[in-house]
C-alpha cells in the first residue's frame, strides 16, 4: 500500500530557512504526480500554498517556494517567520484517480 | 467570490447513516472536479472522495468504498456526501473542496471550512 511521506516535526529560528519532503514509500515524486503543498493552522481549514509543483497560490509570500528535490516534492521556506508555524501537508496523485495526503509536517518556529 | 459551505455534521450514533451538502457559489459548479477531504481530531488530512464536473466519474478512498458516496446536483451547485454504517473512527471535520486545474496539474484551489461529524453512542 503507497503511502505519502513527510516528516512529522520540523523546527526552524526567525528568519532561517527550511525544506519539507513529500515522498512515495514506493516510487518517485515527478510533476506527474501533481504535487501541491497546504497550509494549516488549528481549527482552520487548510490553505492553499504551492500547486503544479512550484506555483506559488495568490496572495502567498515569496518566501515559500516548491520543487522536485530528488525523488521527493519539496517545500522551502526562506526566511521563516513567527506565523509560519502551522501544519503543512502534500498531497499527490497516486493514478487510476487515488490522492493521498502526507501525514503532514508540524513546523515550529522558534 | 468563490463561497464553499459545508452543512448536515452532527452527532450519530455507531451505525447509523448522514449526508453531508456543501453549497457552492461564486463560480461555475459543473466545470470543476469537487472532492470531500476529512481530518479525525488531532489528526492529518485524508482525501475521501472526488467526483467529477457533470458527475458521471466518482473516485473513493479504498478504505471508503461501499459505505461512502459522493455525488452533486449541478443545479442546485451542491456537493454531498452520502455516509453509511457510520463508525466511531468517522469521527473529524469534513471539508469540501474545489479542484483547480494549471498547467496539466490538479490541485484543490479552494476549501470549504468544514462540518463536524461526531459518531458516538
Known amino acids: 500500500q503507497t503511502v505519502v511521506t513527510q516528516e512529522p516535526s520540523f523546527s526552524v529560528s526567525p528568519g532561517g530557512t527550511i525544506t519539507l519532503t513529500c515522498g512515495l514509500s514506493s516510487g518517485s515524486v515527478s510533476t506527474n504526480s501533481h504535487p501541491s503543498w497546504y497550509q494549516q493552522t488549528p481549527g482552520q481549514a487548510p490553505r492553499t500554498l504551492i500547486y503544479?509543483?512550484?506555483i506559488r497560490s495568490s496572495g502567498v509570500p515569496d518566501r515559500f517556494s516548491g520543487s522536485i528535490l530528488g525523488n521527493k516534492a519539496a517545500l522551502t521556506i526562506t526566511g521563516a517567520q513567527a506565523d509560519d508555524e502551522s501544519d503543512y501537508y502534500c498531497?499527490?496523485?497516486?493514478?487510476?484517480?487515488?490522492?493521498?495526503f502526507g501525514g503532514g509536517t508540524k513546523l515550529t518556529v522558534l | 467570490e468563490v463561497q464553499l459551505v459545508e452543512s448536515g455534521g452532527g452527532l450519530v450514533q455507531p451505525g447509523g447513516s448522514l449526508r453531508l451538502s456543501c453549497a457552492a457559489s461564486g463560480f461555475t459548479f459543473s466545470n470543476h472536479w469537487m472532492s470531500w477531504v476529512r481530518q479525525a481530531p488531532g489528526k492529518g488530512l485524508e482525501w475521501v472522495a472526488n467526483i467529477r464536473g457533470d458527475g458521471n466519474e466518482e473516485y473513493y478512498v479504498e478504505s471508503l468504498k461501499g459505505r461512502f458516496t459522493i455525488s452533486r446536483d449541478n443545479a442546485k451547485t451542491s456537493l454531498y456526501l452520502q455516509m453509511n454504517s457510520l463508525r466511531a473512527e468517522d469521527t473529524a471535520v469534513y471539508f469540501c473542496?474545489?479542484?483547480?486545474?494549471?498547467?496539466?496539474?490538479?490541485?484543490?484551489?479552494?476549501w470549504g471550512q468544514g462540518t463536524l461529524v461526531t459518531v458516538s453512542s
Open positions: 473542496a474545489r479542484w483547480g486545474y494549471y498547467n496539466s496539474n490538479y490541485f484543490f484551489d479552494y
Open positions: 498531497i499527490l496523485y497516486i493514478g487510476s484517480g487515488i490522492w493521498l
Open positions: 503544479s509543483t512550484n
